[in-house]
């Protein structure tokens, strides 16, 4: 699959973490994004993550978000 970078920044960036690590472009992007979701995932736990989302989408978890859902909601969610 192709990634198409239409960004100078990006470029300019992948190409100097290319140079600088002595690797292709393509590993360059491997390498840096396997990097980050790494200091991404060691530094916010999982209910972090999730504070974050709700927050960046104004979710407020009050008593009827935090309910269970009835056996037929969820039923009907998987067409069974």
């Given at each position: 699959?192709?990634?198409?970078?239409?960004?100078e920044e990006?470029?300019?960036?992948?190409?100097k973490?290319?140079s600088?690590?002595?690797?292709?472009?393509?590993?360059?992007?491997?390498?840096?994004?396997?990097?980050?979701?790494?200091?991404?995932?060691?530094?916010?736990?999982?209910?972090?993550?999730?504070r974050?989302?709700?927050?960046?989408?104004?979710?407020?978890?009050?008593?009827?978000?935090?309910?269970?859902?009835?056996?037929?909601?969820?039923?009907?969610?998987?067409?069974?």
């Amino acid at each position: 699959m192709a990634i198409n970078v239409n960004n100078e920044e990006a470029d300019k960036l992948t190409r100097k973490f290319a140079s600088l690590a002595g690797v292709s472009l393509t590993d360059a992007i491997v390498i840096a994004m396997k990097e980050a979701i790494e200091r991404r995932r060691g530094t916010e736990t999982p209910l972090q993550t999730a504070r974050r989302i709700r927050r960046k989408h104004n979710v407020v978890l009050n008593e009827q978000a935090r309910a269970t859902l009835p056996r037929e909601t969820l039923d009907d969610m998987w067409d069974d």
